[in-house]
């Protein structure tokens, strides 16, 4: 059974830093792209951050230079390091595993993060 776990969220005041963290389990993980996903109310899903089987990574023009994605392989984790966060940035975010060789792909239940004062 295929199982994503986020954890991490919270709430933080703007310019703040929180790591969110998403646990893998029942994937060939290493063969997986990875990536940070959210949403906001009102708004849909969109894509925050990915990071390839080969550790190449893109980002979301709105979060560039703010935050970073990464994995390790061994433990089956992705991360995702978020700094000088906005008001803008409260959302709910989701992990994602994506098969490229045939699209399927998993979600996590999602964490929430709140940035206010």
């Known amino acids: 059974q295929v199982q994503l776990v986020e954890s991490g969220g919270g709430l933080v005041q703007p310019g703040g830093s929180l790591r969110l963290s998403c646990a893998a389990s029942?994937?060939?993980?290493?063969?997986?792209?990875m990536g940070w996903y959210r949403q906001a109310p009102g708004k849909q899903r969109e894509s925050v951050a990915e990071?390839?089987?080969?550790?190449?990574?893109v980002y979301a023009d709105s979060v560039k230079g703010r935050f970073t994605i990464s994995r390790d392989d061994v433990n089956n984790m992705v991360y995702l390091q978020m700094n000088s966060l906005k008001p803008e940035d409260t959302a709910v975010y989701y992990c994602?595993?994506?098969?490229?060789?045939?699209?399927?792909?998993?979600w996590g239940k999602g964490t929430l993060v709140t940035v206010s004062l």
């Open positions: 994602n595993a994506l098969l490229p060789d045939n699209g399927m792909d998993y």
């Open positions: 029942g994937i060939i993980f290493s063969i997986y792209h």
């Open positions: 990071i390839t089987s080969g550790g190449n990574t």
